[in-house]
Structure formats: C-alpha cells, structure tokens
C-alpha cells in the first residue's frame, strides 16, 4: 500500500490544482495530473475536513444515538454523533468531546481512539476518525448548526446491531463503527 509517496511508481504528477465550487462543509476540486504513462488529463474530488465519530456509552452501557433529517435521502437517519474538525480544536479526541456535547448535550468521563478510515477514497479525501466515548451523561444543551435538525435517544448495543442488520440503519459512518467495534474494541483492548 502506498502511503501517498510521490516517487512510488503508481503516482500522479499534481500539474494544477483549484476549487471548481466551494459551500459550507466542502469543495470540490478539479486537478490537472499526468499519469505514470505521461497522459495529462485532469481529476475532479470532494474536499473537506477531517471528520470523528463517536461511539457514546451512558454509564449503564447504553449507547447514546441521534436522530437527525438528512435531506439528500429525504428521511430521518438514525446514527452516531459525527462532526468535522473545527480550527479551534486541539486534537481529535477533542473534537470528538466537542461534537458528542454539540449534538447530544452529553459529556464524557473518558475517549478512546477506535480507527481512521478513508471512506471514499476514489472520489473524496475525506478521512474520518472513529472514537469510543465512556460514562457519557447529559450535562449540557445542545449546540446544533443552523442546518441541524436532531433528536437525541438512548438505545442498547444489541439493539444497534439488529437494526444495522436488518438494514433499517443505512448510516455508512455507523454501521462501520459499530461493527468495527464488534470486531476489534478499542486501543486499551475494551
């Protein structure tokens, strides 16, 4: 696997780069590139900030869940709390306290690093961090954006994993969370 190393032999030549359109939350760019075999030609992506996912359990062992409208799926998606990096956040495991309080008014006892994936890597540099959240209480309001609608629920773990199973959470961040957890538990083997 390459780590992006420039004199790998599958590497592209960046030529040019720019933003073709920019929002709030991403752009997407377009870059000229040469190929390996010198085809010059040019390459269009999703870019935005690096994102954390958190996987929240109260003290009881429930896990905290949202429920927000997606509009691009026109439908109420049930997941984990999810949210970029902000400028003012002084690592990951920060941006995930800050964004399980922003979305759910729950605070954490204690946050561990669970994995890093690139979701989309063939058509975005979006790189999300997963994280399990402990002994997580409410102690706060939440602090939705402007374009948040989001509805805060407790459910069991087992419950999760049935609806992930019968396809009723559809969440790509959540089910791989989820499942990732299931499968492998965090960096102190929990």
């Excluded at 949210?83 to 954490?108: C, I, N, Q, S, V």
């Excluded at 994280?131 to 102690?139: E, H, L």
């Excluded at 990732?180 to 960096?187: D, I, K, Q």
């Amino acid at each position: 696997m390459s780590d992006g190393n420039a004199a790998d032999s599958l590497a592209w030549e960046l030529l040019d780069s720019r933003v073709a359109y920019s929002c709030p939350g991403f752009d997407v760019r377009n870059e000229d590139v040469r190929l390996p075999d010198g085809t010059e030609t040019d390459f269009d992506y999703l870019a935005e900030p690096e994102s954390v996912v958190v996987l929240p359990f109260t003290p009881d062992g429930e896990v905290v869940v949202i429920e927000e409208w997606r509009q691009a799926v026109r439908r109420v998606n049930r997941s984990l709390p999810v949210g970029g990096m902000e400028p003012d956040d002084d690592d990951r495991k920060a941006a995930a306290r800050r964004e399980l309080r922003e979305e759910t008014g729950h605070e954490a006892d204690r946050v561990e690093f669970l994995t890093s994936v690139e979701p989309a890597n063939g058509i975005a540099n979006s790189v999300l961090h997963f994280f399990v959240a402990r002994g997580c209480t409410p102690t706060a309001e939440q602090e939705l954006d402007h374009n948040e609608s989001i509805r805060v629920e407790t459910t069991t773990m087992d419950e999760l994993r049935e609806h992930i199973a019968d396809r009723e959470i559809r969440d790509g961040r959540t089910t791989l969370g989820v499942l990732y957890y299931e499968a492998f538990g965090t960096e102190d083997g929990e």
